[in-house]
């Protein structure tokens, strides 16, 4: 089970139990992220406002997981850098760079910023930011077996669910132990922030070692429970004890997202219907 | 008879490999996309996941690339890329655990690194020239079919491509394939068979 009272484990350590996205079935869930995310590979580089709204709904639906305040602030670190990078790479460039068709809005020396250069940029900055929130939302929605509900709910082959279950689940506790061995050399007196770059090195050896030896620990238990119990990896059908349907709210919930799906579709191959 | 003694055939062994290589490289994914800095964008200053290319090439074979395949491409997907792309971008990984996977086949070289021979490989094949095959394919990838870079910004992207990824297999790899090939080998997961 997902786990009792207001918490729940998810992807990613402990999450809110009660929330409005858990009342969806795990391929609903599922199904939310994929239409999204096929929306904007249809509108990326061809048009902003439909990509705009992509980004839009994936606040929303962020917003709906209640993940930590950090996350958001990991998001737009991380993003933020690409972003600025992705600018300098379209506005710093030689003068005989600049695309024929595009009109020059300013430039100094090598900066050169161009109406093409700020499109290409907005699109960039637009996908990366929607699909950073949708995969967010993904996280904080989702549990190891909404993954394995959800891919059997489609016919994916019942190995190939179970073995994305695991990957997510072994990620999970590869980060739990990650804490685990980091706070163990901590107490043993090793400083993290000081020391040269050989001394930093041998002290993430110290950490990276006992993770990945954890973790071959745990694949090897693994595969004799697996084996001790019979578990069949290859050829054959396999029944299950919880039948996931998709109910009224699900529908009622994709109708929309299937809408942004079409309005893309009509955005790339008939643009001037939109 | 347990599943796990058949060879190269697909049993829980071969499936455990994938989902601890795919688990390992998902985490090295994340840890590479938190070190991007914008100096030269989507190239992160220490990407782990290509010292976990080279051990899950080298232990595994093509069941550690078909892990790291899942594995980084799941991560991509949580550093911004649309599942597409990331299908895409990541064939670069797997590619490149083959090519680790492949060339430790044909030369046969100890991954514990005992004569010179296996140090002239180690650092020829698994450093500039695996790398090098990657990074012409990212490169292009990312400046041609993603639109992401200007395409002023080939050389400089290829060249650091290629430098980050060389320094972090020749030093992180080394340690790793070094010091943990003796324990892998006593596990279940070592791989017999495609490839080893």
């Known amino acids: ?274 | 008879m347990s599943q796990t003694t058949k060879g190269a055939m697909f049993g829980t062994a071969q499936f455990m490999m994938i989902v601890v290589s795919a688990a390992l490289a998902l985490v090295g994914t994340l840890i590479g996309g938190l070190s991007i800095t914008p100096i030269i964008p989507y190239l992160a200053t220490l990407y782990v996941g290509v010292a976990f290319q080279l051990i899950f090439g080298d232990w595994f074979g093509f069941w550690g690339a078909i892990g790291v395949y899942i594995g980084c491409g799941i991560g991509e997907l949580y550093l911004g890329f649309t599942p597409l792309f990331a299908f895409i971008l990541v064939v670069v990984d797997f590619v490149q655990t083959m090519l680790f996977a492949f060339g430790g086949k044909t030369i046969k070289y100890n991954y514990t690194l005992k004569t010179a021979k296996d140090w002239i490989f180690h650092i020829i094949w698994n450093g500039p020239i695996v790398n090098g095959i990657g990074g012409i394919y990212a490169t292009l990838v990312f400046i041609y079919v993603f639109k992401f870079i200007g395409p002023a910004y080939f050389w400089p992207f290829f060249l650091g491509w290629v430098a980050g990824n060389v320094v972090v297999v020749l030093i992180i790899g080394t340690i790793l394939l070094k010091f943990l090939s003796t324990y892998v080998m006593k596990t279940p997961l070592y791989a017999r068979g495609y490839f080893r």
Not at chain 1, 10 to 18: D, I, M, Q, S
Not at chain 1, 33 to 55: E, G, H, Q, T
Not at chain 1, 119 to 146: K, N, Q, W
């Open chain 1, 1 to 274: 089970m997902s786990g009792g009272g207001n918490v729940r484990r998810g992807l990613v350590g402990y999450l809110p139990a009660n929330g409005t996205l858990q009342q969806l079935s795990p391929p609903t869930k599922l199904l939310i992220f994929l239409l999204l995310a096929a929306a904007s590979s249809f509108v990326y580089l061809v048009n902003l406002y439909v990509l705009v709204l992509i980004f839009v709904v994936a606040v929303i639906l962020f917003s709906f997981a209640r993940l930590p305040r950090l996350w958001v602030r990991l998001v737009f670190l991380a993003f933020g850098f690409e972003a600025l990078g992705t600018f300098v790479t379209y506005t710093v460039i030689p003068p005989s760079s600049v695309p024929s068709d595009a009109e020059i809005l300013f430039s100094f020396s090598w900066f050169i910023v161009t109406d093409h250069a700020l499109i290409t940029v907005a699109h960039v900055v637009m996908l990366f930011f929607s699909m950073a929130f949708l995969a967010l939302f993904l996280i904080g929605s989702t549990t190891e077996r909404d993954i394995v509900e959800g891919l059997n709910f489609f016919h994916i082959p019942r190995t190939v669910g179970l073995m994305f279950g695991m990957i997510f689940r072994l990620a999970g506790i590869l980060f739990t132990d990650y804490d685990t061995v980091r706070e163990a050399q901590l107490s043993r007196g090793i400083d993290y922030r000081q020391g040269s770059f050989v001394e930093k090195l041998r002290k993430f050896f110290g950490v990276m070692v006992p993770l990945i030896v954890l973790a071959f620990r745990r694949a090897a238990f693994s595969i004799n429970a697996l084996d001790s119990r019979g578990y069949a990896i290859r050829n054959v059908k396999k029944t299950t004890f919880h039948q996931v349907r998709l109910h009224t709210l699900d529908y009622l919930v994709l109708t929309p997202f299937f809408a942004i799906l079409i309005v893309s579709i009509l955005a790339r191959y008939f643009p001037w219907s939109i």
